[in-house]
């Protein structure tokens, strides 16, 4: 709010804050159509990423210290940024203060925003906020915003020496990244020009945990072999694993797997932690479900949760080559559902972990629409690539360093995007 500024009534549901009968008549329809059911999340043009980051932000299951203090995981709920009110969802997206000044000067005023009787991200998404800028529209602009904030946020709070970026500096950021997507959405779609993408297994970040699944799957028996591994920051050897299982589709023995991998990760503490898959209907269908997958699905989606939400990246075949190697292994077992446990490497996997260890990459050509798609499941190679350009084209701060197999990984970026349970 501005200093001596007085208070003025201010109708929410009209950008303008002016009471009109036709906003009403627009939130009964849109009440009736859609109730509190955020479904129009999913048909947004935006990011993967962004949609299920705003799904959570719709059931209030962000993170922020609110929800942790009532999850009982942390004992102050105050905002770590401005620790002048509790960090609710709404606090630290739409009125924390330099996110207020970020509104504020675009003409909004978020209070009103936030303190109608329907859901803030209702309210959000049904403005029209003209942006002054050529393609670009609220709708776009929005998701972005949230998501940007959000990643200032863990920005400041995991990194206490930075300091927030100012609102102007961040509404750039954000402008940028939106005309980046459209760009890239738009000359994907019918874009089958490819690009040499390095294919390499990445370290997880400092103190990160990666467990990387597999499956392997025999169709004249309806066998399948289930295999993975966990390594640490240092790519070094955690533990592996392996079991054979009656199947009916390689995708169940794929979800299989990750419910498997996910167990034992649980079981063992390997927090945190990040998974990579190399069957991209595996995080498919984690949010969207299968109706033949339901309890795997669920179950995983529970250990998910039980494990803090990590993120579930796409990684190509070429890198998931010890996690295959331990499915192919799994096939080989003689008896059926009988787990083996490996804490030491295997002795033909040597040479597997020792490669990937040494960040040993290949090349591999993949059409710029494939590698969009890719991207928005987490896909490390093509978010490399994706750096490198952005990199090239501004100055402006990227979100994963993982240009180097040896830097360290920037853990934000892995904390701020998790797999949306809800
Ligand atoms: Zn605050």
Redesign the pocket.
């Known amino acids: 709010m501005r200093e001596n500024a007085c208070d003025t009534p201010y109708w929410g549901l009209n950008s303008n804050g002016i009471f009109t009968i036709k906003s009403i008549q627009n939130l009964l329809a849109s009440n009736n159509k859609t109730d509190y059911s955020f479904q129009w999340i999913w048909s947004l043009n935006t990011l993967h990423k962004i949609k299920h980051f705003l799904w959570l932000c719709s059931h209030n299951r962000l993170p922020t210290n609110s929800y942790l203090h009532h999850l009982g995981i942390i004992t102050d709920p105050s905002?770590p940024?401005?620790?002048?009110?509790v960090?609710s969802t709404t606090?630290?997206l739409l009125?924390?203060?330099l996110v207020k000044k970020l509104w504020l000067d675009m003409g909004l005023n978020m209070y009103h925003i936030a303190n109608t009787h329907s859901h803030w991200l209702h309210n959000l998404h049904n403005l029209d906020i003209p942006l002054y800028k050529n393609k670009i529209t609220w709708k776009d602009f929005y998701p972005f915003a949230l998501w940007y904030i959000w990643l200032q946020r863990n920005h400041t709070v995991f990194r206490s020496n930075n300091p927030m970026t100012t609102p102007s500096t961040l509404f750039q950021l954000i402008m940028v990244r939106v005309s980046e997507f459209k760009h890239l959405s738009t000359a994907s779609a019918h874009d089958s020009s490819k690009i040499d993408i390095r294919i390499l297994w990445f370290p997880p970040p400092v103190n990160f945990y990666k467990l990387n699944i597999d499956g392997a799957f025999i169709k004249k028996d309806q066998t399948g072999g289930l295999g993975g591994v966990i390594r640490d920051s240092n790519g070094s050897w955690v533990f592996g694993f392996c079991k054979k299982i009656i199947a009916f589709s390689h995708t169940l023995v794929e979800l299989q797997a990750f419910e498997l991998g996910l167990q034992l990760a649980f079981e063992r503490g390997m927090i945190p932690l990040e998974i990579e898959t190399d069957l991209t209907e595996v995080i498919e269908f984690l949010h969207h479900s299968h109706p033949i997958y339901l309890s795997v699905l669920d179950s995983c989606r529970s250990l998910l949760r039980r494990l803090g939400n990590p993120m579930v990246r796409h990684h190509f075949r070429q890198a998931n080559k010890l996690a295959d190697f331990l499915a192919k292994e799994g096939c080989n077992i003689s008896v059926i559902n009988y787990l083996v446990v490996l804490v030491a490497p295997p002795e033909k996997a040597n040479i597997i972990l020792r490669a990937d260890k040494d960040g040993v990459s290949s090349t591999r050509s993949i059409s710029l629409s494939t590698c969009t798609k890719l991207a928005t499941l987490g896909n490390l190679s093509v978010m490399e690539f994706d750096n490198h350009i952005n990199r090239n084209a501004s100055n402006i701060v990227t979100t994963t360093n993982a240009s180097n197999n040896n830097a360290t990984r920037d853990a934000n970026s892995i904390i701020s995007i998790p797999l949306v349970i809800s």
Do not use: S, V
Request: proline share 0%; aromatic share 0%.
């Open positions: 905002c940024i401005c620790h002048n009110a960090e606090h630290t009125e924390c203060h």
